[in-house]
């Protein structure tokens, strides 16, 4: 059926038409919400569409990796909860989990959003290491832009706990935001047949031929990027996907 | 002397005493603990004469004999093949159920239906261990292969209908779709992709606003509001055109009745 499923998919994209009404290059109605978790020094929780995200921030006092020693520590995690979707089971991390946690991890790394030297408490002793969860509540298409979407809203929502140098206190926050230098936006555009688009749903997802996520910064500067899918892309193509996902990049930063 | 414990047409939860004594009969929904009749399920209550039903609110599909569903193929085994109906059980469609074709011994079944494939298929039988066995052969049961498939609340399936059909064959005729609603939830729908998607936002709404009355006028003029946006001249014989499918309309019309 996912043959038939193409074939129909392709001729509502030859209209111009998807399944849920949109054209090929519209996003879902997006909604974030910042400061949703209380334990959380920062947290924000993203819809697209159907699509749903959690992510949360935490803060502590690491001692720095040997290779860095002035540099703080950023770690991505991402939990595709067996509630999200039909699809997901319990247990360990999946090739899907890693495969978002390190787009939305490499996205914030490349385009330097932290200004991690920022962090560093005492060099090579102590450095702040914020660690990212991603926790999918609907998964109904488009986790890769929705979670790096959630990432970046919820690092901008967060707050430094105090710390005495000795031990941090979670229980008294500072007013010392996190020192965001940039703010990356992900886009995945996707290709089926010879159409690409924006914001699959899971229909369009389970015939996915190839697809191409896009970290970009404000001013469209490219970051990071990565290929999925197993049909291979021409210049081409990347080249068309790339003006796509720069110019969904500039709308959707407006609404971070 | 049985009484009823709660109003007829009222909301009872799983668990509740709806009547007392032994003049009142459990049908579906409803079960006897000793002298009383406790509902299973969330719904309204529906007493006719002495029977006792239950119209469920929410909640999966159970499969009943007689019903036309539409199942995907999960599983081809040696005599047949599995479906998931959409429901908490599995159903089996048996070879001899499938074709009238001679299948030789150890032919390659997926020639016939194949995993992922979408079946409109009836419930022969449903044993008390809820094994289901599906038949192909009747007016209109086939393998679908075009159109989309979408998923709708079970217990809304017979407000999508409508009294003898009435419901969906307005939006047919709106939208000039060719639909086919599965008792068990699974709607099948194919036509131009701008009225298609009509027909499933009317069939969002049904969904929606199942509960509210006046759903048939409402329903009525959202799609002549949405068929007049699109400036679509809708075809009032929908579902017939195509000679070659004779047969096709006439099955759909009975298949709604139900």
């Not at chain 1, 038939?4 to 996003?27: H, M, Q, S, T, V």
């Not at chain 2, 000793?34 to 909640?59: E, N, T």
Request: charged share 25%; hydrophobic share 40%.
């Amino acid at each position: 059926m996912n043959e038939l499923l193409k074939a129909n998919i392709l001729k509502w994209f030859g209209k111009g038409k998807r399944y849920d009404g949109r054209g090929l290059d519209e996003f879902r109605a997006v909604v974030i919400e910042q400061g949703v978790t209380k334990n959380a020094e920062g947290s924000a929780r993203v819809k697209v569409g159907d699509t749903e995200v959690i992510a949360g921030v935490k803060l502590s006092v690491e001692k720095p990796y040997p290779d860095t020693p002035k540099d703080g520590n950023l770690l991505v995690n991402v939990e595709l909860l067996p509630l999200s979707s039909p699809d997901f089971e319990a247990g360990p991390p999946g090739e899907e989990a890693i495969e978002v946690a390190r787009v939305v991890d490499r996205g914030l790394r490349e385009s330097k959003a932290i200004d991690i030297r920022k962090l560093c408490v005492q060099e090579g002793e102590k450095v702040w290491a914020v660690s990212i969860d991603i926790c999918t509540i609907n998964a109904a298409g488009n986790l890769l832009d929705a979670s790096a979407l959630a990432a970046v809203a919820a690092l901008k929502n967060a707050r430094f706990p105090e710390y005495d140098g000795k031990t941090v206190d979670y229980k008294s926050m500072t007013d010392k935001k996190l020192p965001i230098a940039r703010f990356p936006v992900s886009v995945t555009v996707t290709k089926i047949g010879d159409s690409i688009f924006v914001d699959p749903t899971v229909e369009e997802e389970k015939v996915v031929d190839s697809r191409l996520t896009v970290a970009i910064t404000d001013g469209g500067r490219i970051c990071a990027m990565q290929k999925g899918g197993n049909s291979p892309l021409s210049i081409d193509e990347i080249g068309r996907m790339i003006d796509l996902a720069v110019a969904k990049a500039a709308e959707l930063s407006k609404q971070l | 002397m049985g009484e009823l414990l709660v109003a007829d047409k009222s909301i009872v939860v799983p668990g509740e005493e709806v009547a007392a004594g032994m003049d009142f009969l459990p049908t579906e929904g409803v079960y006897r603990d000793g002298d009383k009749l406790v509902a299973s399920r969330l719904g309204l209550l529906a007493v006719d004469g002495r029977l006792v039903k239950l119209i469920p609110l929410s909640g999966k599909y159970l499969p009943k004999r007689g019903d036309v569903i539409i199942g995907k193929v999960t599983d081809v085994t040696i005599s047949g093949w599995r479906t998931d109906i959409n429901s908490a059980y599995t159903a089996m469609l048996s070879m001899k159920d499938a074709t009238s074709e001679f299948i030789a011994r150890g032919a390659d079944l997926t020639r016939y239906f194949t995993f992922g494939d979408y079946l409109v298929t009836k419930i022969v039988n449903v044993t008390s261990q809820n094994l289901v066995d599906l038949t192909m052969k009747g007016p209109g049961l086939r393998k679908l292969s075009e159109g989309r498939i979408i998923a709708v609340a079970p217990n809304k399936v017979p407000r999508i209908i409508g009294k003898q059909g009435s419901m969906v064959s307005m939006i047919k005729d709106a939208t000039g779709c060719r639909i086919i609603v599965g008792q068990n939830g699974i709607v099948w729908l194919q036509g131009d992709p701008d009225q298609e998607l009509v027909a499933v936002s009317a069939l969002r709404k049904i969904e929606n606003e199942s509960h509210i009355s006046g759903l048939t006028d409402r329903i009525k003029v959202f799609l002549d509001g949405e068929v007049k946006r699109l400036h679509l001249a809708p075809s009032m014989n929908a579902g017939n055109d195509g000679g070659s499918e004779g047969g096709r309309s006439e099955f759909s019309e009975r298949e709604f009745q139900q």
